[in-house]
């Protein structure tokens, strides 16, 4: 069975652009969690998708939003750019309702300059 | 508010070893507790998990973990440790009550086995 796919790996943005990140599950899976991992903050939970509507939200500022697809693929968006937002975004793919582990993607490396 | 410390940013130890990498939470409830392993470029990889039943939680790659209710504490171990354990370890918690995954994560604890 295929893993958590996510794209694009690397990504460079100016501060002030937009970027979307894109998230594939494990087949079968309904859930997709979102999560940023900083050198500094660790790894914070940004928003979690079940059945294409989101159920869990983190303390992000709304210039982070999501959504999920009838397919369960998610996507991940963020306006207008911050360096602060150089992080290593993680999708994480879970079975059934939502309880048990979360099997992780390899993430999408963003750097903003 | 939810937290999970883990109060070692390093832990050393020799190959061949037993290794402790130490985690304890704070959770509303009942919890469910995980460890997961990060090697360098890449995602999470589960080792183990918590939800219910025997405190001693055996996982992959021969680690296991203790949970203890009174000390509010998960810890990893390992009986033999081998240079190829050397990654970075997060625990992580959730409320077992909200059944959705919204995880606690630790800021993690740097395993380097030596040979």
């Known amino acids: 069975k295929a893993g958590v796919t996510q794209t694009p790996r690397y990504l460079i943005k100016t501060r002030g652009q937009q970027v979307t990140l894109s998230c594939s599950p494990i087949?079968?899976?309904?859930?997709v969690s979102w999560y940023q991992q900083t050198p500094g903050q660790g790894l914070q939970f940004l928003f979690e998708?079940?059945?294409?509507?989101?159920?869990n939200k983190g303390n992000f500022p709304g210039r982070f939003s999501g959504r999920q697809f009838s397919n369960s693929r998610s996507e991940m968006n963020v306006s207008t750019l911050e360096l602060g937002d150089s992080a290593l975004y993680l999708c994480?793919?879970?079975?059934?309702?939502?309880?048990?582990?979360?099997?992780f993607g390899p993430g999408t490396r963003l750097t903003v300059t | 508010a939810q937290s999970v410390a883990q109060p070692e940013d390093q832990v050393n130890v020799a190959e061949g070893n037993p290794l402790t990498v130490k985690c304890t939470y704070s959770?509303?409830?009942?919890?469910?507790l995980f460890w997961y392993v990060q090697y360098p470029n890449r995602g999470l990889q589960f080792l183990l998990k918590?939800?219910?039943?025997?405190?001693l939680v055996k996982g992959s790659y021969g680690f296991e973990a203790e949970f203890n209710k009174s000390q509010t504490s998960f810890h990893l171990k390992k009986p033999s440790a081998l240079v190829s354990d050397s990654a970075l370890y997060f625990c992580?918690?959730?409320?077992?009550?909200?059944?959705?995954?919204?995880?606690?994560f630790g800021t993690g604890t740097r395993l380097l086995v030596s040979p």
């Open positions: 998708y079940f059945s294409e509507t989101q159920r």
């Open positions: 959770v509303s409830g009942n919890p469910y």
């Open positions: 992580a918690a959730g409320p077992m009550n909200t059944g959705f995954q919204k995880l606690v």
């Open positions: 994480a793919s879970i079975p059934g309702q939502g309880k048990g582990e979360q099997y």
């Open positions: 087949s079968g899976h309904r859930s």
């Open positions: 918590y939800i219910t039943g025997d405190n």
